[in-house]
């Protein structure tokens, strides 16, 4: 089944504790497309201005994404952000965010997108994000993002968004703040009496949490020994959750939990170098492999 | 099989954000030796003071604990530790440490216990921790703590403790002190270069990691939504751990993997009360039911 994503698409300047990139190609919308193409076809939402490099486009067009919802706004420049991880490489500072095309990102889905089942919605400005779902005619499992500024800026309406679909994607922190509730296995009750049924929190280098129904399911990160830049780790994540479960044609609890594991892999890879330099150099049998391997790692018996 | 536990007994005053408690049961030895309770017959070697209310050593002995190698040094007072726990409940600070009746504590073992198979060597300082093991006749198991003190200030000695030992259980921060690591799957390399063949570092409220041989395990803690006092949690972790394997008299790795969901699951009846009120409290069929819940929520497929 095809896979819409409404995210954003940029180019960001990363410092890490050893090396300082700029002009890379990220974005949670571009992180997504190409984490779920090794399992499903993209469709891709999202808005650039006339400062951006045609060979990303290419990029994303060589894994199967369909490019025909990314829009150019001239007289605009492209998304940038730029950020400083710590020595722990788990956290980071915003240095700088410079708008630009997004303050004038609406968009109407090209027609042959408006039937797609499968959709994320990436941490846009929660109108945005109804908007788009209002567009849709045959959503059969609905995944949003958010952030930190929507939660403090637009809570009456993601409160609205969070009624309208099946799951919600959060950090272990943004829980925290959407919920005021800190212990993470309440935050997620918390978070489904808003109205999603499905909540998955991401905690980074702590792997995730799932409540599907009544029932958690917490599964660590994949021990990665080369962290080079952590950038778009969440956004792959869910692109490979999602993209496993169109894959699949399914919203089973059991393959939601399989998802998962395939999420967490998929995100080990693109912390392996900068941008989207190792995630889309992939191959699915690459995946399958690690995903064997981190089955052996959690396993027990 | 017994399981040997030399560790300190101690005296505790514990800060959380919503309580303050006195003059707790507390120390390593303590809350080993409970948690090893449900699964294997304890032998105890530590030293208190004058000052110690006898109750404590009748729910030790309550709980099949052989308390001969408990020794009271007149004339001293029991150790005291004093901690205050952040806001996250993961993070404390030491506010005051009376070492006490510790400052004498030079165990000789009963000769009942030179013989027992399964060795827990909880944080003391190296150099008694190596003369405890000298005494030992029959080892088939030994396991040491350590801390983050006698890393900076005893350093030359653990290194000789590590190569005498088959497994060590250490914070993550410890482990990052020890190596100068900060990456956790390196970090347990290194170590284990050190010596002991088994590696396991404790991550609180993130779980733990196995370094067995050249494989990997990396379990996620149980998402607890009651800590009341994280005190002692690490301690009955490794006694949770230990107890399993005296209790199944092998050192195989798969056991060694099914040994750290037991320390996962015991640790986290410690921290629902403060002191040992919880972990004292329960029944072989609370945890094996727990486990079972804890499997669950661990499984992928």
Same mark, same amino acid.
């Given at each position: ?89 788990? *956290? !980071?500072? $915003? ?7 997004? #303050?004038?990102? =609406? /968009? @109407? ?104 129904? *009544? !029932?958690? $399911? ?7 020994? #080369?962290?080079? =830049? /952590? @950038? ?70």
């Amino acid at each position: 089944m095809p896979l819409l994503v409404v995210g954003s698409v940029a180019l960001d300047s990363v410092e890490t504790p050893s090396e300082t990139r700029d002009d890379l190609l990220g974005g949670s919308g571009s992180y997504f497309s190409v984490a779920a193409s090794y399992f499903t076809p993209v469709q891709l939402v999202g808005v650039v201005g006339d400062d951006w490099p045609e060979e990303h486009t290419k990029m994303l067009q060589s894994h199967g994404v369909d490019t025909a919802g990314l829009e150019t706004i001239e007289g605009e420049a492209t998304f940038r952000w730029k950020g400083k991880y710590h020595e722990n490489m788990n *956290d !980071r500072d $915003t240095l700088d965010v410079q708008l630009g095309a997004m #303050t004038r990102f =609406d /968009p @109407t889905l090209p027609d042959n997108f408006r039937q797609c089942p499968f959709i994320f919605l990436a941490n846009d400005p929660p109108p945005l994000q109804i908007g788009v779902l209002e567009q849709c005619s045959a959503p059969k499992l609905v995944v949003a993002d958010t952030m930190d500024l929507w939660i403090n800026t637009e809570r009456e309406t993601l409160l609205k968004l969070l009624k309208k679909i099946d799951a919600v994607v959060l950090n272990d922190s943004e829980a925290k703040l959407l919920t005021g509730e800190s212990n993470m296995p309440r935050a997620a009750r918390e978070v489904q009496k808003l109205g999603p049924s499905l909540v998955v929190i991401k905690k980074g280098e702590h792997g995730c949490m799932l409540l599907a129904g *009544d !029932r958690l $399911t917490v599964l660590p990160a994949y021990p990665t020994e #080369t962290v080079i =830049d /952590p @950038t778009g780790a969440g956004d792959s994540f869910a692109g490979g959750m999602m993209g496993y479960l169109a894959e699949q044609d399914t919203v089973d609890t059991a393959a939601v939990r399989r998802s998962l594991a395939y999420g967490t892999v998929v995100a080990s890879f693109t912390v392996e170098d900068f941008s989207l330099d190792r995630l889309a150099n992939l191959t699915r049998e690459e995946i399958d492999a690690r995903l064997a391997e981190y089955m052996k790692i959690v396993a027990i018996d």
